[in-house]
């Protein structure tokens, strides 16, 4: 009985156990599929609150685009009024290029504006830059002319300063030429009458006898010792054989060097008055001597 008993219990032992291990597999299982059913739950919540935002996004494109298509439409209305304002030009066009040999398409005539147009621009701005560079040259220009009108006023303020000194110049060289005259003319009479006495003195002396060409003779250029001799041989008294001595310390008479060196330092009436002095002197020369 024993026996049977322990074989019994080993026997229920043995199904207790693998009753067990069927149940820690049935409860692993169940904990998995708990597991696992979390993870769905989660994965399905997150996608449903992504789809929820998705949602609240597509609406919010939703309301975007149903607003551009308003405006959209107001535009298209406002666009079609146009079209149908313009629908002339439309037509005309029609008719330009079906009576034109040159453009066969409506595009071709708008091109050929666009660039015409596009043209008129460069030229406009061509001649703004023409205007201004014009502008500027005459500025230039009115300065050069300021700047010459300014230099021909200051050089013809120097040419009257230069003619007044030329003017004065002038005066002076005629008052100076009237001198030099006038002490040419001193010295010519001087010269002449100085030739006279000379002449005269030796006439005397020939007359008297004298001789001029042997040794004892007075030389023909000696018109001092010519006067000597005559002296002597007419017998002069003390009181002319004393102004003759005077007259000879006077000097030799002044020529026409002496006359222009005393003329370029003093005034023509001192020169005439000095001029006139050996006139004097030669006069009473004369008058001893004869």
Known sequence: DFRRRTESLRRRRKELDEKEEQLKESLFKFNKFLKENDAKRGRALKKASEEKDLARQKQAEVELLEQEVLVLQKRRETMRVKVQRKAVYRDF???VTKSSTKFGEIWELVARFDTLLATREQLLGRESEGRQLGEALRQQHRRFVDEQSDRILRYNNQLSELQTRLEQVRS??????????????????ETLLLGQIKVTTLNLFHMMGGQTDDENGVGIGDTLGQLDRIKQGLG????SRDKVRKSRRL???????????????????ETFAFGSQPSDQLRHVCIVSC
């Open 93 to 95: 066009l029609h008719r």
């Open 172 to 189: 002076l060289a005629l008052k100076w030429e009237a001198t030099w005259n006038h002490i040419q003319s001193i010295s010519a009479r």
């Open 236 to 239: 002069f008294p003390r009181e």
């Open 251 to 269: 000097g030799p008479f002044p020529s026409a060097g002496r006359h222009s060196s005393a003329a370029s330092s003093h005034d023509p009436s």
